[in-house]
């Protein structure tokens, strides 16, 4: 198949390049909120956007239908293995765009932009946005799809990994590793900022006393985000100090789900532990928190919830997994995952601080993110990689 050829408004001296991008949903996640991220920043001068959903709704949906310089398509998908019928619908959209670029991005698209790719002549990109995911948790599928990937991947013409840890897990498996570049995740520093009044607000919407210490975990229910060895080390520390309360925000599977809220019931967690589902202003929980806790045991790659907290000027206590250490670097506290009485150990750590050196830390954690992890590092690493794929091909 033939490439299409960059097209390009008359009196501009650099083309302006169509980007697709394919993603499966616009539910309320991290990586959803990093595409809209992405997608809104981009300049619009070297870019034209267009996204392929795969799937009707989602909470985010109406934040990209108020961008009004970019086009939204509905390709709906009923299973993840693509059938002739999807296929079929899906070639009809990308020959009315008639993209430069496709970029799947997030797992069980990159395959479909490779094959779709091929068909209508553009580059493709893929991301991969996890690490040492254990397989073993999710179904047949998935496994098919990470050793599909694998065997693909040298067929690709740029491979976008959001952390280190995801680049060397995958190259390990082998991925291919020349095609790869690592751009890190980009926090909105806009609207995750210190807010000492919205964080005061939540505390008393949750019942939480002024001298009591509110220690959170932010990430949907699943295996990956290890909420046992958090409830384990709660319960174990709940024993030593009255003062401490506990929040676990998200949600997921209903079984899953209901197997964890028994765990804490056995645990002696029911005064001290809520529950609150999805929460929409998360900034206000960011600041209503003392510590974020990140006890992910496997295949995180850049962990949004701990950029999201430091920005708002939160210490957080985060596991050796995916690139959760690089993120919070001297600002935090780093443990082995599924290590309980180690999570303890670091939490008590960060509550012997004085108050000032709370706020030092807090202020450092910011610092970090303003200085490394922001949407402007994340649009211009991007948009220069893109670019440089353009210019490989003319």
Not at 27 to 42: M, P, S, T, Y
Not at 137 to 164: C, E, K, M, P, Q
Not at 239 to 244: A, E, K, M, P
Not at 280 to 285: G, I, L, N, Q, R
Request: net charge positive; proline share 4%; aromatic share 8%.
């Amino acid at each position: 198949m033939g490439r299409t050829h960059l097209p390009c408004h008359t009196g501009t001296r650099n083309p302006v390049i169509r980007i697709c991008f394919i993603i499966d949903k616009l539910n309320r996640g991290g990586a959803e909120r990093q595409f809209i991220e992405l997608v809104k920043g981009f300049d619009r001068r070297r870019f034209t956007v267009s996204v392929i959903v795969l799937g009707h709704g989602g909470d985010l949906r109406p934040d990209l239908e108020n961008q009004h310089d970019l086009d939204i398509y509905t390709v709906p998908r009923k299973k993840l293995l693509p059938t002739p019928a999807f296929l079929t619908r899906l070639y009809r959209v990308l020959k009315h765009i008639r993209p430069s670029l496709m970029y799947g991005f997030m797992g069980g698209t990159n395959e479909i932009c490779l094959l779709m790719g091929r068909f209508v002549g553009a580059r493709v990109i893929w991301g991969i946005r996890n690490s040492n995911m254990d397989l073993a948790h999710y179904g047949w599928t998935s496994r098919l799809l990470f050793t599909t990937g694998a065997l693909l991947s040298r067929h690709v013409d740029l491979i976008i990994v959001n952390s280190s840890a995801g680049r060397d897990h995958h190259a390990s498996h082998g991925y291919a590793s020349e095609k790869m570049v690592v751009i890190p995740n980009g926090i909105n520093t806009t609207t995750f900022f210190p807010d000492q009044k919205a964080g005061h607000a939540f505390r008393s919407t949750m019942g939480i006393g002024e001298n009591e210490i509110l220690i959170g975990h932010v990430g949907r229910i699943d295996p990956m985000k290890d909420h046992e060895t958090f409830l384990r080390a709660a319960s174990l520390i709940s024993n030593q100090r009255s003062d401490l309360r506990f929040l676990c925000v998200g949600d997921g599977e209903i079984h899953y789900r209901e197997r964890l809220r028994r765990l804490s019931r056995e645990l002696g967690l029911e005064k001290n532990l809520l529950w609150t589902g999805m929460i929409e202003d998360m900034t206000a929980v960011y600041n209503g928190i003392d510590i974020l806790t990140s006890s992910s045991s496997f295949g995180e790659g850049f962990p949004n919830v701990i950029g999201e907290a430091m920005a708002c000027g939160r210490i957080c206590v985060v596991t050796y997994v995916g690139d959760s250490s690089l993120i919070v670097g001297e600002t935090g506290e780093v443990v082995p995952p599924r290590d309980p009485h180690a999570l303890v150990d670091a939490w008590e750590k960060v509550l012997v601080l004085s108050l000032n050196d709370r706020m030092a830390r807090g202020e450092a954690a910011r610092k970090r993110i303003l200085d490394t992890f922001t949407t402007a590092h994340l649009v211009r690493n991007t948009s220069e990689h893109l670019l440089s794929v353009v210019e490989r091909g003319v």
